[in-house]
C-alpha cells in the first residue's frame, strides 16, 4: 500500500483498476478510437468521475497491485485521408496476383495476334504468286519475274491517248527533226 492514502482508498484503487481494464479492454478489443497516449487520461478520468476520487493522481498504485491486460494480437492502426485512425486492412497478395496473371493474359494473346496476323499476311503472298487455276498453261518463265503489262479494260468505250510523259517522250521515226 502507498503511504500517503487513507485506509478508504483502498476501495478506490481496486476500482480505479477496475476501471482502467474496462478501458485498455475496450482500446485493445478496437471499439474505440484512442491513441495510447490518452490511456492514462481516460482512466484517470473515469476513476475521477466514476469513483470520487479528487483528482487521478490520489495515489501511485504498487506494479503488484493489478496487472494490465496483454493484446492477443497487435493491431496496426492507421490514419485515414482526414485524420482519422483505424485499423489497418491486413495486407493479401491476391490483388496483386491476380493483376499480374490478367497482365501476362494479354500480353500472350497480343502476341498471338500479332504472330498470327504475319502468318496471314505471309500466307497472302505465297498465294499471290501461285496460279489461280490449275487447268491454265502459265509461260515457263522465272517466278520472280512480273507477268506481262496488260492494259486495263474500259467498260466505257474507247480511251483518249493519255497524256503523260511517256507518250511525250515518244517519237515517230517518220518526223523529221531538222539538221544535215
Known amino acids: 500500500m502507498v503511504p500517503h492514502m487513507s485506509g478508504s482508498s483502498i476501495d478506490a484503487q481496486v476500482r480505479y483498476a477496475e476501471g482502467t481494464k474496462a478501458i485498455l479492454e475496450s482500446y485493445f478489443s478496437g471499439k474505440h478510437d484512442y491513441?495510447?497516449?490518452?490511456?492514462?487520461?481516460?482512466?484517470?478520468?473515469?476513476?475521477?468521475k466514476s469513483y470520487g476520487l479528487r483528482n487521478r493522481y490520489?495515489?501511485?498504485?504498487?506494479?503488484?497491485?493489478?496487472?494490465y491486460p496483454k493484446?492477443?494480437?497487435?493491431?496496426?492502426?492507421?490514419?485515414?485521408?482526414?485524420?482519422n485512425r483505424h485499423?489497418?486492412?491486413?495486407?493479401?497478395?491476391?490483388?496483386?496476383?491476380?493483376?499480374?496473371v490478367v497482365g501476362l493474359l494479354m500480353l500472350v494473346v497480343s502476341?498471338?495476334?500479332f504472330v498470327r496476323h504475319k502468318g496471314r499476311r505471309k500466307s497472302m503472298e505465297t498465294d499471290a504468286s501461285t496460279p489461280l487455276a490449275a487447268g491454265?498453261?502459265?509461260?515457263?518463265?522465272?517466278?520472280?519475274?512480273p507477268p506481262p503489262y496488260s492494259p486495263p479494260v474500259s467498260y466505257?468505250?474507247?480511251?483518249?491517248?493519255?497524256?503523260?510523259?511517256?507518250?511525250?517522250?515518244?517519237?515517230p521515226g517518220n518526223v523529221y527533226h531538222g539538221g544535215p
Do not use: N
Not at 58 to 67: E, K, L, N
Not at 71 to 83: L, R, S
Not at 87 to 100: A, R, S
Open 71 to 83: 493484446p492477443t494480437t497487435t493491431t496496426k492502426w492507421c490514419t485515414g485521408k482526414f485524420g
Open 156 to 171: 466505257w468505250g474507247p480511251r483518249p491517248p493519255a497524256q503523260h510523259g511517256q507518250i511525250e517522250m515518244q517519237r
Open 58 to 67: 490520489d495515489f501511485s498504485p504498487d506494479p503488484t497491485s493489478f496487472t
Open 111 to 113: 502476341i498471338g495476334c
Open 87 to 100: 485499423e489497418c486492412p491486413d495486407k493479401t497478395f491476391i490483388g496483386p496476383i491476380i493483376g499480374v
Open 35 to 48: 491513441r495510447p497516449e490518452d490511456l492514462i487520461v481516460h482512466a484517470g478520468d473515469y476513476a475521477t
Open 136 to 145: 491454265v498453261d502459265q509461260p515457263s518463265s522465272s517466278s520472280s519475274s
